[in-house]
């Protein structure tokens, strides 16, 4: 069985200065706690054949357990310990920064385009503080305090800002009952809980910088654009396009760029929707002995021909059929069926997303892929990064 802790508190909510703390935790969190010495956690789910692990996003931060159902309120006092006696002492956040600031490192800048992704987000918002990537940054970790990391857990790793989602071989009225006994009895600040309630303004102008990092054996370009929120009804129109358009060998940029041109290595596209704005991504690795401006224009080329040949009934459900099978795969285990489901319930606040959002992508048309593609892309403002070696 399957469970997982959503806590909607991502990087997006780092405090200014303090890029990281979000991620930090994540860490943090599998340290010792009033009943529990550090990585118990682990001895707890691998002793008895199961796993556990956390994942931190922009928005939320979710930790999870797969193990056999017969640990379940094993598991939920161990959920309701941490959340409500962790250690936030020197010692453990002297030791995890530690442990943070070296996956940065192997991570981010010891991979040739490890600082590509980095500078996407740091690039393409002005004012929204998802310009902060995730992963945080050496200089900011550095900088924290003790007093810095005590604050941050007190004021958003309570029951009130959690998300429990429990799926598998289970009793409903006994998981109940160990819920309220457990979690329940966790205390609630009376505290309110901070909001990020910047918005990311509309760009004036479409526009052109340069990134360099050391040692990039190939140029490599982005083009982003801004998006709406995960929650918008255009949330699978987009998704359906970045499919169509750079997903697979079959996509027409992979077909245009690296099949019949041969210009680039490879070529991506994503609509990277995220619980306030988001962005929408069409990047690629220029193949060698070509040039980035020789991939640009033909990315611009592809996106001002679907004008000319507008998507067709094939590659529609041709992308539909790719996102839903890949969705279905997932939710064929229950670690799959409870992410699903605290995803929904946590970024689109509506757990019966889980099951309408499929809903909502069968009825996606032509014309709405077509839609989305000139009020995003078309007539959108781009930002192109170009990505050299130093």
């Known amino acids: 069985m399957a469970i997982h802790v959503w806590y909607h508190v991502g990087s997006k909510d780092d405090p200014s200065g303090r890029s990281g703390f979000a991620h930090l935790f994540e860490h943090m969190m599998f340290k010792s706690t009033a009943h529990m010495k550090a990585e118990m956690m682990d001895r707890l789910t691998e002793d008895v054949g199961g796993y556990n692990n956390a994942q931190t996003g922009d928005d939320t931060t979710f930790y999870y357990e797969e193990l056999p159902s017969n640990y379940l309120q094993t598991l939920l006092w ?51 503080p998802y310009k902060r990537p995730t992963i945080g940054s050496i200089e900011d970790l550095d900088s924290a305090t003790l007093a810095d990391v005590q604050k941050f857990h007190a004021t958003y790793y309570r029951p009130d800002n959690a998300t429990l989602v429990v799926a598998g071989d289970f009793d409903p009225q006994q998981l109940d009952s160990w819920i309220d006994k457990y979690l329940g009895a966790v205390p609630k600040p009376d505290t309110p809980i901070p ?91 220029v193949a060698s002995g070509k040039t980035v401006d020789a991939v640009k224009k033909a990315i611009d080329a592809e996106l001002r021909d679907i004008e000319q040949k507008p998507v067709s009934e094939g590659e529609l459900q041709k992308a539909k059929n790719q ?12 670690d799959g069926k409870a992410f699903a489901i605290g995803n929904a319930a946590t970024l689109l606040h509506d757990a019966a997303e889980v099951n309408n959002g499929l809903k909502k992508l069968q009825a996606v048309t032509a014309a709405d892929v077509q839609r989305v593609m000139d009020k995003y892309l078309k007539n959108g403002k781009s930002l192109t990064i170009d990505y050299e070696s130093k």
């Open 78 to 128: 161990a959920e309701a310990d941490r959340m409500g006696s962790l250690n936030v002492d020197e010692a453990n956040f002297k030791s995890e920064r530690e442990v943070v600031k070296e996956e940065f490192r192997t991570s981010v800048l010891a991979q040739p385009y490890g600082l590509f992704g980095y500078d996407i987000d740091k690039d393409s918002f002005a004012v929204h």
């Open 323 to 334: 996102i839903i099978t890949d969705q279905l795969r997932r939710r064929e285990t229950n």
């Open 195 to 285: 909001r990020v309630d910047v918005k990311e303004p509309p760009r004036s102008a479409s526009k052109t910088i340069t990134e360099t990092a050391p040692n990039v054996p190939l140029p490599a370009v982005a083009l982003t654009w801004l998006a709406p929120p995960r929650s918008s009804a255009d949330r699978w129109p987009l998704q359906i396009a970045a499919v169509i358009l750079a997903q697979g060998e079959s996509s027409r940029l992979y077909q245009s760029l690296v099949y019949r041109q041969q210009i680039a290595q490879d070529v991506g596209a994503e609509a990277d929707l995220r619980e306030d704005a988001g962005i929408y991504v069409i990047n690629a690795t």
